[in-house]
């Protein structure tokens, strides 16, 4: 029962993902992340580094919205929910506090910087993967040593951009910082909610994370100051809110397509697929917005390539292993749950 469900209800966008071979999967999920993602972040940089509004807790604030009104158009309602409302509780919280950092970070870090750090992320959830429940994952040691690697070359290409920016400061570190360490929640949370229930729709997660996560941006935006701020700065420029609503526009096909890669491959995979995006993403910001790059750039570079590729190489053989392991526990599985109903009903038997 679980496993058809799984198999039937995983698409993207109506596009059929378990009926395709692995590779299909991972390449159609993987293109619409980097199309979204790639799109979102060179909006970002335009907002806050060209434009300069940095109002992270209210861009976040305005593309929920946008999520919610793109989530409708593709004819989802509650009425499809499979999960209660209180199963999003803790990954909203974490998942706006996130989203709202990390943007808010790029008023004080320039956006290569910024990407870099949340780079590391892969290490964080494959720690946190063994503490979640519904998961308790361990991963080989190589793994380990891919991320270390990307870590590496993270604190190699920060120290060279602090040097070759000025828009650099540890208020941004922190901020970023304790984004990374939501994010390790994240991942995790999200694909545990989808192994519990695998009838969890990508449409679901995200429009119930978004309900639920909007109130938790109003603390801050009170707090700070930041509604008030951004909604008078941004009412005497409204062609930032046509910015932000083609950059949510954007964001949504790459949350979506993130959401089907955990649900697939799991969120340790799909934060090396983000990773891989960043990179590409810190790349095109250079390329388009002619920044100045050292020989220590290129180093950090080339180590988090090489962490990359030493974590994608073996990728195949394990994966297939790993769903060796996972149907048969599955059938297994099955096969106790009927046990355990032919016992109930010879228990049940002797009574009537």
């Avoid at 991972?26 to 993602?37: A, D, H, P, Q």
């Avoid at 063994?130 to 998961?135: E, H, Q, R, S, V």
């Avoid at 909007?214 to 941004?234: H, I, K």
């Amino acid at each position: 029962m679980t496993s058809g469900g799984e198999e039937q209800g995983r698409r993207l966008f109506g596009v059929s993902l378990t009926d395709r071979p692995v590779w299909q999967q991972f390449l159609i999920c993987s293109s619409g992340f980097f199309f979204g993602y790639l799109v979102n972040g060179i909006c970002e940089e335009y907002v806050y580094n060209r434009l300069h509004f940095s109002y992270g807790w209210y861009f976040t604030f305005v593309q929920g919205f946008v999520y919610l009104g793109l989530i409708r158009l593709q004819g989802f309602t509650m009425k499809q929910m499979v999960n209660p409302w209180r199963t999003y509780v803790r990954l909203s919280a974490v998942l706006m506090g996130s989203n709202g950092l990390t943007k808010g970070s790029l008023a004080f870090l320039n956006y290569p910087a910024q990407i870099m750090f949340k780079s590391t992320k892969v290490l964080p959830v494959m720690i946190m993967g063994a503490f979640i429940p519904g998961l308790r994952r361990k991963y080989p040691f190589h793994e380990y040593v891919s991320a270390v690697m990307l870590v590496i070359g993270l604190i190699l290409f920060t120290l060279a951009d602090a040097q070759t920016s000025p828009n650099f400061s540890m208020i941004g570190v922190t901020m970023v910082s304790a984004a990374l360490v939501m994010d390790a929640f994240l991942g995790n949370l999200q694909e545990a909610i989808f192994k519990m229930n695998p009838d969890t729709t990508q449409m679901e997660m995200l429009f119930c994370s978004t309900v639920v996560g909007l109130p938790f941006l109003a603390v801050p935006m009170v707090l700070t100051g930041e509604l008030t701020t951004a909604w008078s700065a941004c009412s005497q420029h409204l062609y930032v809110y046509a910015v932000l609503v083609f950059e949510a526009m954007a964001t949504f096909v790459g949350q979506v397509s993130v959401l089907s890669l955990i649900a697939l491959f799991g969120a340790a995979t799909t934060a090396m697929v983000t990773t891989a995006r960043k990179a590409v993403t810190l790349l095109l910001s250079y390329l388009i917005f002619t920044k100045p790059m050292t020989e220590q750039h290129v180093s950090g570079l080339l180590l988090i390539t090489m962490g990359i590729v030493l974590r994608l190489l073996p990728e195949d053989k394990e994966k297939k292993n790993l769903a060796e392991r996972k149907q048969a526990k599955m059938v297994a599985q099955l096969g106790e749950d009927k046990r355990r109903g032919d016992g109930v009903e010879e228990e049940k038997s002797p009574l009537v």
